[in-house]
Nanobody, 118 residues
Framework: QVHLVESGGGSVAAGGSLSLSCVAS????????MGWYRQVLGKQRELVAS???????DYADFVKGRFTISRDNAKATVYLQMNRLKPEDTAVYYC????????????WGQGTQVTVSS
């Protein structure tokens, strides 16, 4: 099992920056990937960015060039630096991790609100 605690987020004007961080505790040795998803009320949760243990990174097209994901394996922490934010980036951002313990298991943080005003 893994427990995820997010911090960061908040409100910012369009064009501004925010950062998120997420610390994992528990069976962190089994973590394969960590990342961020976001969800707007009434819509499906969507991938923002993820980073695998070997450093491989995936970004959603809508954040490429604006957001940067990074990870500190020793601290079991994943970061998301969000620059040039747009009003359409407004959402609840969820930390996600994938554990490999025979089976693949998803774990989610509690979510943190990001609001970008125009």
């Amino acid at each position: 099992q893994v427990h995820l605690v997010e911090s960061g987020g908040g409100s910012v004007a369009a064009g501004g920056s925010l950062s998120l961080s997420c610390v994992a505790s528990g069976s962190i040795a089994s973590i394969e990937s960590m990342g961020w998803y976001r969800q707007v009320l009434g819509k499906q949760r969507e991938l923002v960015a993820s980073i695998r243990y070997n450093g491989g990174i995936d970004y959603a097209d809508f954040v490429k060039g604006r957001f940067t994901i990074s990870r500190d394996n020793a601290k079991a922490t994943v970061y998301l630096q969000m620059n040039r934010l747009k009003p359409e980036d407004t959402a609840v951002y969820y930390c996600h991790t994938l554990l490999v313990q025979g089976l693949l298991t998803d774990y989610w943080g509690q979510g943190t609100q990001v609001t970008v005003s125009s």
